[in-house]
């Protein structure tokens, strides 16, 4: 069974950047036809998707976001990692990795990120 | 502000019927484009229910259904439990955005 863990700090500074990890376990990030995303919810909205990333290392981001976010992929550590630059409070969030093959089929357990000085 | 609108709320008693309506456009839902429908309770990660518009994976209830139309999609919950109290979200991908996978805004069910 594939289980995915989010990593990182739980609170970063506006206008720093959000950095956050996610480790596989249970199988290979680069097996079957999956890629893999990171979705955010803020404290009483909905889900927000962020990104997605292929092990080819070909990505897409949200409109929204683009031109703060990077994903990256590490295969050799079975890792997919996020960066998201100039955060402000707004960014607040539970940010989750998963799997996704058309639909999630795996989710991390999700990480709170807060941004406050 | 998501391309795929779901009602804030619907509520029924146990053991009754309840539906959840997922309206998008013609560069979503109505392309063609597949509708997934996920459970997401406070403090868990969300689990998905229905997969490619109408299909439950292994353990999903039966009492959960979906199905397309047009641009719209339905998630329906047949013989309502205290346990399906719970925020639902539609999911679909939008080929206007950049090829962006989209959530829809969320519906919270009550269980009275």
């Known amino acids: 069974q594939v289980q995915l863990q989010e990593s990182g700090p739980g609170l970063v500074k506006p206008s720093q950047t959000l950095s956050l990890t996610c480790t596989v376990s249970?199988?290979?990030?680069?097996?079957?036809?999956?890629?893999w995303s990171w979705i955010r919810q803020p404290a009483g909205k909905g889900l927000e998707w962020i990104g997605r990333i292929y092990t080819s290392g070909s990505a897409n981001y949200n409109p929204s976001l683009k031109s703060r976010v990077t994903i990256s992929v590490d295969t050799s550590k079975n890792q997919f990692s996020l960066k998201l630059t100039s955060v402000t409070a707004a960014d607040t969030a539970v940010y989750y990795c998963?799997?996704?093959?058309?639909?999630?089929?795996?989710w991390g357990q999700g990480t709170l990120v807060t941004v406050s000085s | 502000q998501s391309v795929l609108t779901q009602p804030p709320s619907v509520s029924g008693a146990p053991g009754q019927r309840v539906t959840i309506s997922c309206t998008g456009s013609s560069s979503n839902i109505g392309a063609g484009y597949d509708v997934h429908w996920y459970q997401h309770l406070p403090g868990t990660a969300p689990k998905l229910l229905i997969y490619g518009n109408s299909n439950r994976p292994s353990g999903v209830p039966d009492r959960f259904s979906g199905s397309r139309s047009g641009t719209s999609a339905s998630l329906a919950i047949t013989g309502l439990q205290a346990e399906d109290e719970a925020d639902y979200y539609c999911?679909?991908?939008?080929?206007?955005?950049?090829?962006?996978?989209?959530f829809g805004t969320g519906t919270k069910v009550t269980v009275l």
């Open positions: 999911q679909s991908y939008d080929s206007s955005l950049s090829g962006s996978d989209v």
């Open positions: 249970g199988g290979s990030i680069s097996s079957g036809s999956y890629y």
């Open positions: 998963a799997r996704v093959g058309g639909w999630a089929v795996n």
